[in-house]
């Protein structure tokens, strides 16, 4: 046991005299308690084969409680009494607590007898008591202990971790990232503490248990229900879970410091061996780069090339400044680590390093030497062999640019001068392929001087023993040789170009010969073409003879047209002919023009098979207007006797609708006898129908026989039937109204009179200014408001005219409204008395109401004029119903 210090007890037995009180005020504590220490209690009990499942009742025996203490305490205890009865139990729980009172704790108020009872209370302080001693009391951490030591080496173990801060043993681990940053401080695979959220403290609680459990073998103490749900989580539950903890992981941190210290010594001795292997590597590649080394530069055989030399230059100077450089490095540290290894080895008392034979820091320098004395005239060698060989590149190049110039200006110029184009081309062309030609002799005389240089060259080249003097020689031959040939290919293509300009030119006289008579003839053909199928359109029999004499006047051009066809295609045979004796191979058609013989005779043939196809066209239309003509004058002799029948009745019918002689009765008789003989006169009108439809089907569009038109006849005839049933409707009218105001015979004729006078355009209706004339002619004498009323009355539909109906309804009303006023005007008189007005209401309740809408109907333009709204006085009303005349 380790050493037990009293005072140190009494100070962390000290909080225990609160703890009755403290589990009184929050009953959720009782419960962290109970599952808290009973797993504690059970992580030690699984050592010895047994386990507790209630608290208060697995310890009333006192058996499990000893057992407890042995386990957890390494020492053996007195031996237990085996008996039921109450009396043993107590001695053997008397027996635990003996041995809690010998490791120096003082047991404040509990007794055996409550833990035999079952004493909830008193069990959890008791088991509280011994978690302190065996499990918290021996924590120290830099001179803290117990509480204080577990709490300062929490707060260490989670210092690094984003939003951990413990500061006791309830809030602060109420989040589960307390718990998450202990183990993830020790075992960092066990938890990804970077995906934790502080606001999800359940998961994180859940997981910090989960975790330790399984991999720790912390049995599960707490639930993450229970903290989360507690505002303040049970102080004493936290301590002893967070122990686990520290018990669990401040034996792998022993173990891990001797380690440690084991390794420190493993690794000096490690580094002194890598660095032996270093120095033997680095200097076996050292010795091997300068063996390999030395002969390359110790060879001073020369190359035939200015390339290989300068190449043999530029990976001098590439060792010089890029190989060499760290190899002089290598050579640097390799002493220095020699010199670093002894050192150590000497610090550490070990014997002295001794390299393998041959590879001695001395032996290093000696093959450096060796180097260096190589390097000594190499440069210097290359140097000169490059300006011995750049002389004899310059002549080489000269002759390659040279060579080169005149090959690439000779590329395809034979196979451009063998080509036979000019045996395909025009005129034109032939005479541009011998423009060509002349530039191209002139060009070829111009490198005469580059083909004598470059002969030249190549003989200096081969006194100068080049050694690629055979290519050369070759390549000058073929120069030489091709340049012959390229002066007989020259000539022999102007030769053929001249032939076949002369030829050409020939056949050109003839392209434009035929072309200036084909072009007219072909156009006179079109044009005969056209004519003879043009669609004509005649109305008369002199227009049909105009064309039937322009038709044999174009026939009797036909012979001389068919000479000069011949003389065309004659033209074209000759040129035919020179074709085929010179086997001139011809690239075209004529330039000229695109008649060809084949079109001309197609289209001279169409000509004369059109002829006579125009000729009975011809005879057919001139039947045909023979038979319109005929149609013609027989709709004309008819229409010009109907049409003025038409006009005749539709005078003589107005001359009736306006006359004064005899009664209305006597008018309508006459007008019903011109309509029975208006009506017997249609079958004239059919007929002449029959006529028009046979004109109409032979498509004739004028008729110089006749100025009337079927269209004509038909609206005079409608016209005229119309005008004969509204007269005759007028006249009934007229005898209806007669009758019906009782108008005599003299009354009808003045009215008539009046009427007729006035209707100054005589077509049976007067305008609005006629009629105001008329009635200022028959005594009135009214204003705007009045008149408008009169013409809302006589023109209800707003034409702007008068009918002779209306004006005899307007008389006759006139009439009776008079007498009508008369009668209003004495009982308005009567009405009114002393006040001189008259309201609308009394017209309504005195009157009769006939008289009474009367009177508002002629009064409602009145309306207003008097200081009394809605009422007349007697000026007023007389003006209302005689007119402004009575004022």
């Known amino acids: 046991m380790d050493h037990y210090d009293p005072q140190q007890t009494n100070d962390y037995m000290q909080p225990e005299e609160d703890w009755d ?7 959720a504590w009782e419960k962290q308690q109970r599952k808290t220490f009973t797993a504690w209690c059970n992580s ?21 409680l000893m057992l407890l203490l042995e386990v957890i305490s390494g020492e053996r205890l007195a031996k237990p009494e085996r008996g039921k009865m109450r009396v043993h139990k107590i001695s053997n729980v008397n027996k635990a607590l003996d041995f809690i009172a010998s490791k120096g704790v003082k047991l404040v108020s509990i007794g055996a007898e409550e833990i035999v009872d079952g004493n909830v209370k008193m069990t959890l302080g008791m088991i509280w008591t011994i978690i302190l001693r065996f499990a918290i009391q021996d924590i120290s951490v830099e001179e803290t202990s117990a509480k204080e030591g577990l709490l300062l080496w929490c707060q260490r173990k989670t210092a690094p971790y ?10 602060s681990w109420k989040d589960g990232l307390g718990f998450c940053a202990l183990i993830h401080r020790h075992r960092p ?64 941190q022993k173990a891990e410091t001797a380690a440690n210290r084991i390794c420190k010594v493993l690794a000096v001795n490690q580094e002194n061996e890598q660095l032996m292997e270093d120095y033997e590597k680095l200097a076996s590649d050292l010795l091997e780069w300068i063996r390999r080394t030395i002969p390359w530069l110790e060879n001073r055989a020369p190359e035939n090339t200015m390339q290989a030399m300068q190449q043999k230059l530029e990976d001098f100077r590439d060792y010089r400044r890029l190989h060499k450089p760290p190899k002089v490095q290598e050579k640097c540290q390799l002493e220095i680590n020699f010199n670093t290894l002894q050192t150590k080895l000497r610090l550490s008392n070990r014997p002295a390093f001794m390299p393998s034979e041959g590879k001695m820091v001395s032996d290093i320098n000696n093959a450096w030497g060796g180097l260096e004395q190589a390097e000594k005239g190499y440069e210097e060698w290359l140097l000169n062999e490059i300006r011995r060989l750049e002389r004899l590149d310059h002549l080489a190049e000269k002759f390659r640019q040279k060579a080169s110039i005149h090959e690439s200006w000779t590329d395809g110029k034979e196979a451009m001068l063998q080509q036979k184009d000019y045996e395909t081309a025009t005129l034109s062309e032939i005479k541009a392929l011998l423009k060509k030609h002349e530039a191209f002799e002139s060009d070829l005389a111009a490198h005469q001087d580059r083909v004598e240089q470059i002969a030249a060259i190549a003989q200096e080249l081969n006194e100068l023993d080049y050694y690629d003097s055979p290519s050369v020689n070759a390549r000058c031959q073929k120069i030489c040789d091709q340049w012959d040939n390229l002066g007989a290919l020259t000539q022999k293509r102007r030769e053929a170009l001249e032939r ?75 040129v035919s002919k020179i074709v085929q004796t010179y086997h001139v191979n011809m690239a075209g058609t004529n330039p000229y023009t695109t008649i060809t ?99 109409q089907e032979a498509l004739i569009f004028d008729n110089k026989h006749t100025n ?46 009046s ?54 309804d307007f008389m006759s009303r006139e009439t009776a409204d008079t007498d009508t006023a008369d009668q209003v005007m004495a009982s308005f008189k009567i009405l009114a008395g002393d006040k001189n007005y008259i309201t609308v209401e009394e017209l309504r309740r005195e009157l009769p109401p006939d008289q009474a809408e009367y009177c508002i109907a002629r009064m409602a333009p009145y309306n207003g004029r008097d200081a009394v709204p809605g009422a007349l006085d007697y000026m007023s009303f007389s003006t209302a119903l005689y007119g402004e005349s009575d004022l």
Not at 21 to 27: I, T, W
Not at 518 to 523: I, K, L, W
Not at 630 to 646: C, S
Request: charged share 30%; net charge negative.
């Open 21 to 27: 009180r403290d589990l009184l005020l929050d009953p």
């Open 597 to 695: 013989p084949h079109e001309i005779n197609g289209k001279w043939e169409h000509v004369r098979q059109l002829v006579p196809r125009r000729d009975q066209a011809l005879m057919e239309e001139h039947a045909r207007q023979q038979q319109n003509e005929r149609l013609r004058k027989q709709f004309g002799a008819q229409a010009n006797v109907i049409g003025p029948w038409i006009q005749t009745k539709m005078e003589e019918i107005g001359r009736i609708s306006i006359e004064m002689h005899g009664t209305l009765e006597d008018q309508l008789n006459h007008l019903r006898q011109y309509e029975k003989s208006i009506v017997n006169y249609k079958p004239k009108i059919d007929q002449l129908e029959g006529d028009h439809q046979q004109i």
């Open 162 to 171: 984003k939003n951990v801060n413990i500061q006791n043993f309830h809030i």
């Open 44 to 64: 030690h009990l699984r050592k010895a084969g047994t386990q507790i499942e209630n608290i208060e009742e697995d310890f009333r025996d006192g058996l499990k």
């Open 755 to 808: 009427f007729n006078h006035f209707d100054r355009k005589k077509t049976g209706m007067m305008d609005c200014e006629d009629f105001r004339a008329c009635l200022i002619s028959m005594g009135y004498n009214m204003g705007e408001a009045e008149f408008a009323r009169i013409m809302s009355i006589v023109d209800p539909n707003r034409l702007g005219v008068v009918t002779f109906q209306a004006f005899i």
């Open 500 to 574: 076949t300009e002369k030829l050409l030119e020939t056949i050109d006289q003839l392209y434009l010969e035929y072309a200036k008579r084909a072009a007219p003839f072909n156009n006179w053909m079109e044009g005969a073409m056209e004519d003879l199928q043009d669609t004509f359109i005649v109305h008369t029999i002199e227009e049909i003879q105009g064309l039937t004499t322009a038709h044999e006047q174009f026939k009797a051009t036909l012979p001389d047209a068919d000479k000069e066809r011949q003389a065309i295609l004659g033209i074209h045979n000759e």
């Open 189 to 252: 695979e066990l938890i990804d503490y970077g995906k934790l959220r502080k606001d999800d403290p359940l998961t994180n609680l859940n997981t910090a248990f989960d975790v330790a459990e399984k991999y720790l073998d912390i049995p599960k103490m707490l639930d993450a229900e229970d903290i989360v749900g507690t505002a303040r989580p049970d102080e004493k539950a936290i301590m002893t879970y967070v122990s686990s903890f520290y018990h669990a992981f401040s034996g792998a």
């Open 708 to 753: 009337y038109t079927m269209e004509h006849i038909r609206v005079g005839w409608e016209q005229l039937l119309t005008t004969i049933a509204r007269t005759i409707n007028e006249v009934e009218n007229q005898i209806l109204t007669r009758d019906a105001k009782g108008i005599s015979q003299e009354q009808m004729n003045e009215f008539r009179a």
